[in-house]
């Protein structure tokens, strides 16, 4: 049972906050730029960070991250899915890049 209350509250936004309403699924698709970050590991000394979603069959979003790593000399990039948990034109998604594990967004 704790797994199941522990994933869910994953999928929650934090308290006091509303997911956005009339949110068009369309419309976020596509690449998004990076003007600000929150600490993330995976974009830890990255730059040109961006973020491509992309619908697929199965009605989930594709999401495909990366960022340039100037040291190495390399783009790093890390792939997930994203799918709705909230009620109809809600803009609340789980986001999940480890499965099982997601988290809300």
């Not at 509250?9 to 009339?22: D, E, H, Y």
């Not at 960070?49 to 009605?59: K, M």
């Amino acid at each position: 049972m704790l797994p199941i209350v522990f994933l869910a509250s994953c999928a929650s936004p934090p308290r006091g906050l509303s997911p956005v309403t009339g949110f068009d699924t369309q419309r976020y698709l596509g690449k998004w730029y990076e003007i600000a970050r929150y600490d993330h590991s995976f974009e830890r000394g990255l730059t040109h960070v961006s973020a491509n979603y992309s619908l697929r069959p199965d009605g989930k979003i594709e999401v495909w991250n990366q960022g340039y790593d100037a040291p190495a000399g390399a783009w790093k990039d890390i792939r997930g899915s994203a799918k709705s948990v909230g009620k109809d034109g809600e803009g609340s998604l789980l986001v999940t890049f480890f499965p099982p594990f997601g988290a809300g967004y």
